[in-house]
């Protein structure tokens, strides 16, 4: 299983940005996805995740919304009035096959190589 991150740049505050995360040699429809972000000198933190079924969600922040498009394999992260104190490296990351989300890195097994979002005041 192989994820892509892509949708980063550099945007001013009160802007939205939409994020795509798409995966090869798996179905995202299987596995729980989630969205976390690095900031230069501070530790990997969660941003938002969406179950397996699609039925269920959790949030960092009600600024974002996860979304899945099972016909595309892509899994979405759409932040809205972004702040400067958003701009991170963002990434994706999908769990076990058929198992639940969490709000910790170590919930998931596979990553992207994330996508820099820059915010600026």
């Known amino acids: 299983v192989q994820l892509q991150a892509s949708g980063g740049g550099l945007v001013q505050a009160g802007g939205s940005l939409t994020l795509a995360c798409t995966m090869s040699g798996g179905t995202f429809s299987n596995y729980p996805v989630g969205w976390f972000r690095q900031a230069p000198g501070k530790e990997r933190e969660f941003v938002a995740a969406?179950?397996?079924?699609?039925r269920r969600s959790d949030y960092g922040d009600s600024r974002f919304t996860i979304l899945s498009d099972n016909a595309k394999n892509t899994v979405y992260l759409q932040v809205n009035n972004l702040k400067p104190e958003d701009t991170a490296v963002y990434y994706c990351?999908?769990?076990?096959?058929?198992?639940?989300?969490?709000?910790?890195?170590?919930?998931?097994?596979?990553w992207g190589q994330g996508t820099q979002v820059t915010v600026s005041s």
């Open positions: 990351a999908a769990g076990t096959l058929y198992g639940l989300y969490g709000r910790r890195p170590d919930n998931y097994d596979y």
């Open positions: 969406i179950s397996w079924t699609g």
